[in-house]
């Protein structure tokens, strides 16, 4: 089965189309042909290679897919061949402490498809039943393919990780990856007061679009990020920082939240290593907390709110998947809002 990912770690030179088996169902299983697929942060970093993520190689790419059930396995009884579904990339394994607390997002045999497991830019997948979810009738495709890893991870990152209450001021750093735009929108319907910060003035303008209250621009001069800020929430501090930048930014929304408040880290897309002033946190009674992925019944949550149009994906562009490696680029574009999705015909 021919599908686009690496059969070496590297750079974006390594990209192209290698080969894999075609999967089977086993038992609990399902197989659904794609229609859809999206690539994330995740997969310039699986592409380069994850610290201790031992992968098999050659290696599919892509978390998220939406597609037609193709085949079940045994015992499978909620989806049927032919069903419209969306998947949900996060694979736990339903014994362990936490998976009987219903903290899935906790388990320690925790995996993702496209990091951990093959992924979605291929003709087939193959995930545990509790994994595919019928696809909204709103949605297309490529929405379906859109929507899974980055709502699931914002919803936990500011409803369960975050605490977002009605009413708090709530920071999102940076504008144009698909969590971010997630993020905005969530932390709207949990009914808080977004602002928007970016280096890109067009960016976080269009982030008005998608709920933002406020747009601002920072820099590394006169206009850095503590400052407008604490200039925005009228030297109150922010309640919530929501951070999937890393080293650069990490340390200045520290010095920008507000008493009790929290800054909330889903990702290091700049560099994992970060240096804070410890008297912040103490002096402010505030904490940094880290949030990844989602728990089953959080997962649909999102669900719901995309069914009912409360929450909507956001695409960047869209191309066949026979352009994977053009499409894998727009990642180095300056002007990416959204994600990126990949489409098979049927």
Request: proline letters at 6%; charged letters at 25%.
């Amino acid at each position: 089965m021919r599908g686009f990912g690496f059969a070496e770690h590297g750079g974006l030179d390594r990209l192209g189309f290698v080969e894999i088996p075609t999967p089977e169902p086993g038992p609990g299983e399902v197989r659904v042909a794609l229609r859809a697929a999206a690539f994330n942060r995740l997969d310039r970093f699986t592409l380069a290679g994850i610290p201790g993520v031992a992968i098999d190689r050659p290696h599919v790419l892509g978390s998220d897919g939406a597609g037609v059930v193709d085949r079940v396995g045994e015992g499978v009884t909620t989806v049927a061949p032919g069903r419209s579904v969306l998947l949900n990339p996060g694979i736990w394994d339903g014994t362990c402490d936490a998976c009987r607390r219903g903290q899935e997002a906790l388990c320690r045999n925790y995996r993702i498809v496209g990091e951990h497991l093959q992924g979605t830019a291929t003709r087939f997948v193959v995930v545990p039943e509790r994994n595919v979810h019928p696809l909204p009738e709103r949605l297309s495709f490529a929405e379906g393919a859109a929507a899974p890893l980055v709502f699931q991870t914002a919803w936990r990152a500011m409803k369960t990780v975050g605490a977002v209450a009605p009413g708090d001021r709530v920071a999102v750093v940076g504008a144009g990856g698909g969590v971010a735009t997630a993020v905005v929108q969530v932390a709207k319907l949990l009914g808080a007061r977004v602002v928007v910060a970016s280096r890109s003035p067009e960016k976080a303008e269009r982030a008005r679009s998608l709920g933002a209250d406020d747009a601002l621009v920072f820099d590394d001069g006169d206009r850095p990020l503590d400052r407008v800020l604490w200039q925005w929430s009228a030297k109150n501090g922010v309640d919530v920082v929501f951070d999937s930048v890393g080293a650069p930014t990490i340390p200045r929304s520290v010095r920008a939240v507000a008493r009790g408040g929290r800054v909330v880290v889903i990702g290091a897309t700049a560099g994992p290593v970060a240096e804070i002033d410890l008297r912040t946190l103490f002096w402010r009674q505030a904490s940094v907390r880290g949030s990844t992925m989602a728990g089953a019944e959080e997962f649909r949550e999102v669900l719901d709110h995309l069914a009912a149009g409360r929450l909507r994906p956001v695409v960047d562009s869209e191309r066949p998947l026979e352009e994977a490696v053009e499409a894998f680029r727009r990642f180095e574009a300056a002007d990416l809002f959204g994600k990126i999705v990949v489409t098979l015909p049927p």
